[in-house]
């Protein structure tokens, strides 16, 4: 279950009104970049990201994940002779954030691999068996993908992101296709309750709100499983539930724009 929280990654996304990415800013001492923050974003009239906006739910299933990994570190790295408690605490915190980044790093792998491959280029030998299931079942479905990797800016109701695969059906049907790179070994995925959002946003964007409010886009979320390669489970969104998941993303928005004190609508 999500509820509402005021914490918000460091790694958030930002775009300006004309799709170009903002994700990070020069350092004032000129030594670097860091993350953009809200102030930037006030500033320089940048647009959340869907997944920023989506920041101000906890989601309860990727907290257990992130103590269940602070639980494996503190079990595979006990504390050292002499090592206060305070002191042991920071290191399997630091540990178990690691392990996340690691994680985010390979799912951006797996990510930018499924897109080279769909347009043509080639992808190295350990990232192919993650790409062969999703063309298996691609081809058994008879599916066009007609865009990969899209930003979509929505100014008028103050959000953008990355679009993973805008496609079309045999029939015509409108879609919006997600990754996630989350499975567990020998376990049947169960969806985030943001992931449809994240899709419903996107399709309101790319295909418009009509067409969501007229019931006419699918969406999908499509699972790899890292530590079982060659693994893949897709959940699919039919657009009634692409309609009711953008209506609840809509005032998500609202409340966004409320504990933030920034309303970045055109």
């Known amino acids: 279950m999500a509820i509402l929280t005021k914490s918000q990654s460091i790694s ?12 990070r800013q020069p350092k004032a001492n000129g030594d670097g970049e860091r993350a953009t923050n809200i102030r930037d974003a006030k500033r320089l009239n940048l647009l959340p990201s869907v997944t920023n906006v989506l920041g101000v739910l906890s989601k309860g299933g990727l907290i257990n994940w992130q103590l269940q990994q602070v639980g494996l570190a503190a079990f595979e790295k006990r504390p050292a002779e002499g090592e206060t408690s ?23 792998s797996i990510h930018a691999a499924i897109e080279s491959h769909f347009k043509g280029e080639d992808v190295d030998e350990d990232m192919r ?20 990797e899209s930003i979509l800016v929505n100014p008028k109701r103050g959000f953008a992101g990355m679009c993973d695969v805008v496609g079309l059906g045999l029939g015509g ?29 996107y399709a309101a964007t790319r295909w418009g709100e009509d067409a969501v409010t007229s019931r006419k886009v699918y969406g999908a979320n499509v699972y790899l499983c890292r530590a079982e390669v060659g693994r893949m489970e897709v959940r699919v969104w039919n657009p009634n539930e692409i309609f009711e ?3 609840t993303f809509l005032s998500i928005c609202q409340i966004w724009r409320y504990l933030k004190g920034y309303d ?3």
């Open 173 to 201: 049907q409108m879609f919006i296709i997600d990754w996630k790179s989350r499975t567990k070994i020998g376990k049947k995925v169960v969806s985030y309750e943001t992931e449809v959002m994240q899709v419903a946003a």
């Open 12 to 23: 958030s996304h930002w775009y300006t009104s004309g799709g170009g990415a903002a994700h």
């Open 264 to 266: 970045p609508r055109a």
């Open 129 to 148: 068996p993650y790409v062969i299931p999703i063309e298996a079942w691609k081809e058994e479905k008879q599916l066009s993908f007609i865009e990969h």
């Open 245 to 247: 998941a953008y209506q």
């Open 86 to 108: 305070d002191y042991y605490a920071k290191r399997i915190v630091s540990v178990s954030k690691e392990i996340n980044e690691s994680a985010q790093v390979a799912g951006s």
